[in-house]
């Protein structure tokens, strides 16, 4: 099956700063690549997604970036605000299932006022 | 967007037990997944589970630990049989619906 890694774990950064998170995938046949936000105790939220058909999608303080010959994609906020702070996961998709996500490790956000 | 419920919220069980987890969605859906997320862990996912046929698991998921059943398009359960406090997770249940992908509220389970 898949395997996406994630990097970093954990990541401080002060608010107004930029901050990026960086995954990796391994099967070529993947694509559609999701970022999640989880807040504690509550469900992953979509934040922004990307197809492999396109390289870059913004959607305001948050940007997607998405190497398919590298297989990496990478998670952008910028201008990053306390309430930011949360866990976030990259995610792949094998073929056209929409729905059969795998899911890399997490990145525990924070951001300090 | 779709609206998701599961039942029940959390649940402490004993070993040795089973546990049915309830998804109830407002729409129909063809399919529906089941993931968990154990402590401070990502989401794993368990299975596919479509109307009118068999779940279709992931590996390292079997169907004798996980029986799940999909008896309408709104509506699907997952069991987790034969309890050990390694399955202690976060089980939630999922569904794609106008190209994003929805999770449940999950059920939070603690086996003791």
């Known amino acids: 099956g898949e395997n996406v890694e994630q990097h970093p774990s954990t990541l401080s950064v002060q608010e107004g700063d930029s901050a990026v998170i960086k995954c990796t995938y391994s099967?070529?046949?993947?694509?559609?690549f999701p970022w999640y936000k989880q807040e504690l105790g509550k469900r992953p939220q979509l934040i922004i997604d990307?197809?492999?058909?396109?390289g870059e999608k913004k959607d305001q303080r948050i940007a997607v970036t998405l190497n398919k010959t590298a297989k990496h994609f990478s998670l952008h906020i910028t201008e990053t605000q306390p309430e930011d702070s949360a866990v976030y996961f990259c995610?792949?998709?094998?073929?056209?299932?929409?729905?059969?996500?795998?899911f890399g490790r997490g990145t525990q956000l924070t951001v300090w006022p | 967007s779709a609206v998701i419920s599961q039942k029940p919220s959390r649940d402490i069980c004993q070993r040795g037990t089973s546990l049915t987890i309830q998804c109830q969605v407002d729409?129909?859906?063809?399919?529906m997944f089941w993931y968990r997320q154990q402590p401070g862990q990502s989401l794993t996912l368990i299975a596919t589970?479509?109307?009118?046929?068999?779940?279709?698991?992931e590996s390292g998921f079997v169907i004798d630990k996980f029986p799940i059943s999909r008896p309408n398009l709104t509506f699907s359960t997952l069991t987790v049989s034969n309890m050990s406090p390694e399955d202690s997770s976060i089980y939630l249940c999922?569904?794609?619906?106008?190209?994003?992908?929805?999770f449940g509220p999950g059920t939070r389970l603690t086996v003791l």
């Open positions: 995610a792949a998709e094998r073929g056209s299932t929409l729905g059969r996500l795998y």
């Open positions: 099967d070529s046949a993947s694509n559609y």
């Open positions: 990307i197809r492999s058909n396109v």
């Open positions: 729409s129909q859906v063809t399919m």
């Open positions: 589970a479509n109307q009118g046929s068999e779940a279709t698991y």
């Open positions: 999922s569904l794609g619906a106008d190209n994003e992908q929805f």
